[in-house]
């Protein structure tokens, strides 16, 4: 399974609760993996885990002149006559260096 010793989780659960934790609140992220897998993981072992993360800048060759981040929701229409039309996100972004 990949756990190292004295490590409670699987490395795929420990990555699941990751995820979890960065889409919604610790609180949240506790009661979505109970509800998902039934494993209880107490909201102060997320706020651990994120803690223990590297977030140490990557090194990089090359430096960046511009970066820009967007986006926002498009109104899609069914070709089909009497469809509903509905909403979808999007998010674009883009490196330039010179």
């Known amino acids: 399974m990949g756990i190292e010793p004295y490590r409670r989780f699987s490395p795929l659960l ?3 609760c990751l995820l979890l934790a ?3 609140s610790f609180q949240d992220a506790e009661k979505d993996l109970k509800v998902m897998t039934g494993i209880e993981v107490g909201h102060s072992t997320y706020h651990r885990q994120v803690q223990r993360l ?3 800048p990557p090194n990089v060759k090359q430096k960046l002149t511009e ?3 967007d986006g926002g929701k498009v109104r899609i229409r ?3 006559k009497g469809k509903p039309a509905y909403w979808k996100e999007y998010k674009t972004g883009r ?3 010179n």
């Open 78 to 80: 069914s070709q089909e």
């Open 54 to 56: 590297d977030t140490s």
């Open 22 to 24: 960065a889409n919604v």
């Open 67 to 69: 970066v820009c981040i």
């Open 95 to 97: 490196l330039r260096n």
């Open 14 to 16: 420990e990555k699941c």
